[in-house]
């Protein structure tokens, strides 16, 4: 069964950095639209990041534009999320997802989109 695993969460003050990895298992890495997601207490599932199979087409959430990178290696079946310049309102859960593509085109800051997700990894943004 397909599993996705995140790590790299932990506690960092503003203004640091941390890098988020996803690590994918039963599936062919090719194949996959990846996506990160956050999440907060009482608070609805948000799109931070999305790439596409090749790696070559990329869609940022406008709160995170020009400080998070989402990168894929396909080889080690891992999606990555680089976080800059981390800001209090950046502190949430996680997600990794996975998205089969299908016809017609979807979208990929729609959370609907995904197939498989991750548990979450914890990142928290002191001040």
Known sequence: QVQLV????????AGGSLR???VASGLASSAYNMGWFRQSPGKEREFVAA???SGLKITTADSVK???TISRDNTK???YLQMTNLEALDTAVYFCAADLPRPPSE???SAET????G???????ST
């Open 107 to 109: 979208n990929p800051q």
């Open 6 to 13: 995140e790590s790299g969460g932990g506690l960092v003050q």
């Open 114 to 117: 995904y197939d498989y997700w």
């Open 119 to 125: 548990q979450g990894t914890q990142v928290t943004v």
């Open 20 to 22: 988020l990895s996803c």
């Open 51 to 53: 790439i596409s199979t």
């Open 77 to 79: 079946s891992t999606v």
């Open 66 to 68: 020009g400080r998070f």
